[in-house]
């Protein structure tokens, strides 16, 4: 099955600063990359997605990137704010047909003030 | 939260009683998932539905069953409720013509002593 590395598990930035979060997958035939923002005691949220057809997205502040002869997929937040501290989660999926996400373990991220 | 909401949402219960998660979409959508949220493991699917009496095993199922009898109602049991079921866990649905994107809804935290 698919698994899913993500890195790194802890991530501190100052606020307006990038922030990058990495992921690798293990399936090539996996097609389809979210990216979930989770705040305490709430449910992740989709913030972003790419299928492999397209090597980046932008949304505002947020853009992903894939590289599917690397296998591995980045996350990309400009100008930081205290309001996007959290964790995210990526996420990929390896057959077709919607039989679930595999997730990787998530990167809290922290913002200086 | 998509329409979803999940009941309860928080549970307490002993080692060995069985344990029913209700999951409620209202926007008729055909698939629908049950994910557990462990602290180091990130999200790992249960199972999931494709339809009404359609169910499949995810990563983690061994302990649990699901029951779909009708659209919009996805229930989880724990059979025989054990310390290491204690967790978060979330129902998800998918859109699109793809069924890709997953929404996921508050989830319930449950507690096995």
């Known amino acids: 099955g698919e698994n899913v590395e993500q890195h790194p598990s802890t991530l501190s930035v100052q606020e307006g600063d990038s922030a990058v979060i990495k992921c690798t997958y293990s399936d090539s035939a996996s097609n389809y990359f979210p990216w979930y923002k989770q705040e305490l005691g709430k449910g992740p949220q989709l913030i972003i997605d790419i299928r492999s057809n397209v090597g980046e997205k932008k949304d505002q502040r947020i853009a992903v990137t894939l590289n599917k002869t690397a296998k591995h997929f980045s996350l990309h937040i400009t100008e930081t704010q205290p309001e996007d501290s959290a964790v995210y989660f990526c996420a990929a999926r390896s057959r077709g047909g919607a039989d679930g996400l595999t997730f990787g373990k998530g990167t809290h991220l922290i913002i200086q003030p | ?113």
């Not at chain 2, 199972?47 to 649990?64: I, L, M, R």
């Open chain 2, 1 to 113: 939260d998509a329409g979803i909401t999940q009941s309860p949402r928080h549970k307490v219960t002993e080692t060995g009683t069985p344990v029913t998660l209700r999951c409620h979409q209202t926007e008729n959508h055909r698939y629908m998932y049950w994910y557990r949220q462990d602290p180091g493991h990130g999200l790992r699917l249960i199972h999931y539905s494709y339809g009404v009496k359609d169910t499949d095993k995810g990563e983690v199922s061994d302990g649990y069953s699901v029951s779909r009898s009708k659209t919009e109602d996805f229930l989880l049991t724990l059979e025989s409720a054990t310390s290491s079921q204690t967790s978060v866990y979330f129902c998800a649905i998918s859109v699109g013509h793809r069924q890709e994107t997953q929404y996921f809804g508050p989830g319930t935290r449950l507690l096995v002593l």
